[in-house]
């Protein structure tokens, strides 16, 4: 699949990642790279985007590079996942970046990384971690 | 803080929660009691409810639990929240009851069970343990 | 299995729990109760038990809870394991009460909390939650 | 401090690393590699390294990242820690590499992977999140 393809799926499987914007912006075997614009409606006391918002683009990106990796993962169920926030992100774009760290027979493992701001001024604003239930295969 | 103190200002700070329909039903010091009532919206392929609606549900549960705790706990944020999916929640309410386990000067630890259905028919569907980082105090 | 089957079962196959002195005290389906002794080698800096002793111990004490529910676990396998470290232990024995919070059929989810001290002085310090693989059932 | 300086203060302070033979090969400011050689202690049925091994191993390498990155770190302590285990690792050498992701005021954020085997043959056994609390600075 293709990063169009991940993203229909996505659009029309998970109304919560549409309403948040979510974009697939890059998908390729092992990786995916999506982004969620900046929306007064994410933001937390502080000025600061919301965990849930956090949350819901890191589990939408892994699910993103589980179907850019395997044919007929639609299926695929978040197991597990844990995030650590590490700083409070700006007032701007949140990108995650995914990577499949391992694809098993029952469960694929994934670290995603989500960064605020741009170029040289990108930081890490929090780790996720987790696991994807994998259909089972005949 | 009541149960209606805490929920004004959930609503009031995290637009997403309000979004959901998310309910404090009741608190105590260390504990609190929430529920997110049944949407189409927060459905995804298989016709249960989204992770990320559940982990938005367990990370404002736990803020509620906070909130209950301890005077002026607003400004608490999430610094870690690990959700195990145990099984698909039903095409029903889904209630969140936290627990702060350990009240740290510096973090407070709470464990939440995310539970579908009611009465007997009661399921454990999602395990959650997080801790919040508590402002520092004078 | 009873707590003397699970007992020889995991001190033959785990040399570094025999090691620390685990003993099981009490198992019934869905739950183990384990114990390891006061030692002056898993102390650290601070006077307190090292994270690695309570680690092994929330692990074998999950291993344990699931070979007294489930038939042939014996190649049951850590899947995941996450703690949260939430006081420092006493210079005194620590116990673990490990619960099986969901049998599934590839996965068994457990809950453990690390107890230090005795009767009403005891104190919760560490939770522990964490996943086994299970052996595939023909 | 150098990596024989963090080898001599980890020995002395957790006997248990120096049990499983942990030594640490490098370190510089934010990094940490570690190594603990094979050992029939460590075996568990199957014939893979223990559990416990593979979190002493990455918790040490925590801290020796730690240690490394910030003076006066010998009090910091082990706030959370959360293990997935990916394959089972050879009967061989295992190694950790441990990189400090977030130096906080109160809080180390850090990542470990755990490696078996040597060069090209080189595998991802277990992934690694772990929190250090870190003593007040006066």
């Keep these: 699949m293709n990063a169009e393809e991940v993203q229909a799926l996505i659009s029309a499987g998970l109304p919560m990642a549409d309403d948040i914007g ?20 994410s933001l937390r006391p502080g000025g600061t985007l919301s965990g849930p918002t956090q949350m819901a683009l890191a589990d939408a990106a892994m699910y993103a590079a589980i179907l850019a990796t395997l044919e007929k993962a639609e299926m695929a169920v978040t197991s597990n996942l844990s995030i650590n926030f590490l700083q409070k992100p700006a007032a701007a774009d949140l990108v995650a970046e995914a990577v499949v760290l391992r694809m098993g027979r029952r469960l694929a493992f994934c670290e995603v990384r989500l960064l605020s701001g741009e170029g040289e001024e990108e930081q890490l604003v929090a780790h996720v971690t987790g696991s994807y239930a994998l259909p089972s295969r005949g």
Tied chains: 1, 2, 3, 4.
């Design 22 to 41: 979510f974009t697939v912006e890059k998908v390729r075997p092992g990786f995916a790279r999506a982004r969620v614009p900046f929306s007064e409606k």
